[in-house]
């Protein structure tokens, strides 16, 4: 990004921020940038030093058509995330098109007992399945969390390499990007990120658990994107998301959204709520058992129905909003065109974080969306 200026948005002109960014005003003003970490022609050695060169192609997720979400009821995992996708085959063939495909699982912990917070391996294997209907590439199956081959390990993904054509790959080992959120006090923080997330030639899927978390109150799809962005093999480039009062969830809030303004967004949501995750999420909660998964090239809508599916006020969900009302997708429930099983018939209350008084003491703020 060489010399040009950044910007700091106090307090008092977010508000300016976030219809600047709606409007398409802002994201130039923090720089353009090329991605070539990761195209489809690197995926047999997908290890580049990428820097910002002077260009502005940037990956963009589209929405085809409606906000399609589909809904199945199993208590197979991998028979659900499979009949979920199954009716989305034609938008989600058309959406690939000649793409890479990438399947960015949510680990975050690598431990033997932190797995019931990770994607389910089997839940996996059915999206796997579902792309094996049209897709005659080899998938990646990546994360970025710190030590994503001892996931891979201890829960059980190794052996898809020998059943799929996949490839399991250490997202930190793809190079990185150079960019900017906020810190604290709302001045420009450095933070890089890792080059697959901007990749225009990456088609991202996120496999994710439903879960409550500890500083924006619930983990769907988008956040598994946007907190796996920056690399995981640099101590602190993730905690710069969520720095702050409030446990940082002011913070984390606005600046996945800003991530998203760059691309950082699943074109694919894949949500298991057949075994999610209450109380002390996103790593040391509890499982909640339930028989739901569902599926959007939309992720808003898909990240919408998921916080309807745990009972918690979807007004609460500032970061979901935010990227709504910049037309990232559809958040509003009667504009949706539901596939499939009734989500009303599966609401059941997840049990919050400890700390979820701490996360709302911001949420008073008016943002005017």
């Known amino acids: 990004m060489g010399n040009k200026p950044f910007i700091s948005y106090p307090i008092s002109n977010r508000r300016t921020f976030l219809k600047d960014v709606i409007t398409g005003t802002t994201g130039l003003a923090l720089g353009s940038m090329a991605f070539r970490g990761f195209s489809k022609t690197t995926t047999d050695n997908a290890i ?3 820097s910002p060169a002077d260009s502005r192609k940037m990956r963009k ?3 085809p058509g409606p906000g399609n979400v589909s809904l199945y009821s199993s208590s197979d995992q991998r ?3 499979y009949k979920a996708l199954k ?3 034609s938008e989600i063939e058309k959406s690939i098109g000649d793409k890479q495909v990438v399947l960015k699982l949510n680990l975050t912990q690598t431990r033997p007992e932190n797995q019931k917070g990770a994607t389910d391996v089997n839940f996996t294997r059915g999206i796997l399945d579902f792309l094996n209907l049209f897709y005659d590439r080899q998938v990646i199956i990546g994360e970025s969390c710190p030590n994503p081959m001892e996931g891979f390990t201890n829960y059980g993904y190794l052996p898809l390499e020998r059943e799929y054509d996949v490839k399991l790959l250490d997202l930190n080992e793809v190079g990185v990007t150079r960019m900017w959120v906020q810190d604290a006090i709302y001045n420009p923080l450095g933070i890089n990120i890792v080059n697959t997330y901007l990749d225009p030639d990456v088609y991202m899927v996120s496999p994710t658990r439903i879960k409550t978390h500890d500083r924006v109150i619930a983990t769907l799809s988008f956040k598994n994107i946007a907190l796996g962005a920056p690399i995981g093999t640099q101590r602190g480039e993730k905690n710069k998301m969520h720095q702050g009062e409030n446990g940082g969830g ?3 809030s606005y600046n996945m959204f800003r991530l998203a303004t760059f691309g950082i967004q699943p074109d694919l949501a894949v949500l298991d709520g057949i075994r999610g995750m209450e109380g ?13 998964a569902l599926a959007s090239t ?3 809508a898909a990240d919408r129905i998921g916080i309807e599916l745990m009972g918690i006020d979807y007004n609460r969900i500032k970061y979901l909003q935010f990227c709504s009302a910049a037309g990232m997708g559809t958040d509003d429930i009667s504009r949706m065109n539901l596939i499939g099983e009734d989500y009303r ?3 059941s209350a997840y049990a919050l974080n400890d700390n979820i008084d701490r996360q709302l003491e911001w949420l008073h703020e008016d943002y005017g969306i």
């Open 48 to 50: 580049a030093d990428t």
């Open 79 to 81: 028979e659900a995330s």
């Open 87 to 89: 009716p989305l085959q």
């Open 250 to 252: 002011k913070n984390c």
């Open 280 to 292: 002390n999420g996103p790593n040391r909660g509890d499982v909640k058992e339930g028989k739901i």
């Open 61 to 63: 997720v589209t929405h």
């Open 298 to 300: 939309d992720w808003v």
């Open 345 to 347: 018939n599966h609401i």
